[in-house]
């Protein structure tokens, strides 16, 4: 089962920037949390950010913060990754995933407890 929705992937030359959407349908995840991780080739899986839902407060991997931002929609069950500046080492595929019964302030980290999307390719060119 599909439990998130991403879109916005593609191919993208470096210094670009590109906007991911994830949908959570008919569900929503008040008093959690939902957020980014990417796999890029040959690497495991890596947390990007994470929103809490209700607060809006935000936490995201230091190497990432300053060229990437999430945001959420309440009204839309919808989280945004706007990702700006974009790297090569960016490349990878990205995943939307969401905690989706309250896990705590470590939701992130317990990736078999959280329900996913199937992930879109990001793809930055030299």
């Known amino acids: 089962q599909v439990q998130l929705v991403e879109s916005g992937g593609g191919l993208v030359q470096a210094g670009g920037s590109l906007r991911l959407s994830c949908v959570a349908p008919g569900r929503t995840f008040s008093g959690s949390a939902m957020g980014w991780f990417r796999q890029a080739p040959g690497k495991e899986r890596e947390f990007v950010v994470g929103i809490n839902w209700s607060s809006g407060s935000t936490i995201y991997a230091d190497s990432l913060k300053g060229r990437f931002t999430i945001s959420r929609d309440n009204a839309k069950n919808t989280v945004y990754l706007q990702m700006n500046s974009l790297k090569p080492e960016d490349t990878a595929v990205y995943y939307c995933?969401?905690?989706?019964?309250?896990?705590?302030?470590?939701?992130?980290?317990?990736?078999?407890?959280?329900?996913w999307g199937k992930g879109t390719q990001v793809t930055v060119s030299s």
């Open positions: 995933a969401a905690d989706p019964v309250g896990l705590g302030s470590k939701w992130y980290a317990n990736y078999g407890s959280l329900y």
